[in-house]
């Protein structure tokens, strides 16, 4: 299980916004594969689980914001 969401960890941390869209159909199934494979049974392993794709989502976001902040940037260079 750790590694899964390490994997998945790696795949958002990715800053190129092209290699990440690349990557968002292995990303799905590794998705997929993990929350098939994983038995959550306590609060604890929910909370951790809802943390990390929290985390895995704001990076994305963070990532996407980065790039039009250096896309204006650079339009106005």
């Given at each position: 299980m750790i590694i899964a969401l390490r994997t998945i960890l790696n795949l958002f941390m990715v800053k190129e916004i092209q290699q990440a869209k690349n990557k968002k159909d292995?990303?799905?199934?590794?998705?997929?594969?993990?929350?098939?494979t994983i038995?959550?049974?306590?609060?604890?392993q929910i909370l951790?689980?809802?943390?990390?794709?929290s985390l895995c989502i704001f990076l994305k976001k963070l990532f996407i914001w980065e790039k039009t902040q250096i896309m204006r940037i650079?339009?106005?260079a």
């Open positions: 292995h990303i799905k199934m590794v998705a997929a594969t993990l929350l098939k038995n959550l049974q306590t609060g604890r951790v689980l809802s943390v990390i794709l650079q339009s106005h």
